[in-house]
């Protein structure tokens, strides 16, 4: 990944996690209950700046006359980093 745009890289690892969770969602519609199902459905949260404010996730920066709410919420699941790292693969082809 030497010579190429940071936006391409980024667009292209977000759109294979997007993809990724889309594809894990529907195989848990599919998939009869158990573990299997539980194995691509249980997902893990990072919430950005839960530590900084008071609601989980969001960064609440109050000046009196206007209110500021930054939040940032990553929630991954097997099927998702599964597309990331396809399209992480993919991408090593495109120059």
Do not use: C, H, Q
Not at 21 to 31: A, K, T
Not at 39 to 46: D, G, I, K, R, V
């Amino acid at each position: 990944m030497k010579n190429r745009d940071i936006s391409l890289i980024a667009i292209g690892l977000l759109s294979g996690a997007i993809i990724g969770g889309v594809l894990g969602n529907l195989m848990g519609w599919m998939l009869p209950e158990g573990v299997v199902k539980d194995f691509f459905l249980t997902s893990f949260e990072l919430d950005i700046g839960s530590s900084l404010g008071d609601e989980k996730g969001v960064v609440v920066i109050d000046l009196k006359i206007i209110t500021l709410k930054f939040g940032l919420a990553l929630s991954l699941n097997f099927t998702s980093v599964m597309g990331l790292a396809i399209a992480y693969y993919i991408l090593r082809f495109f120059r």
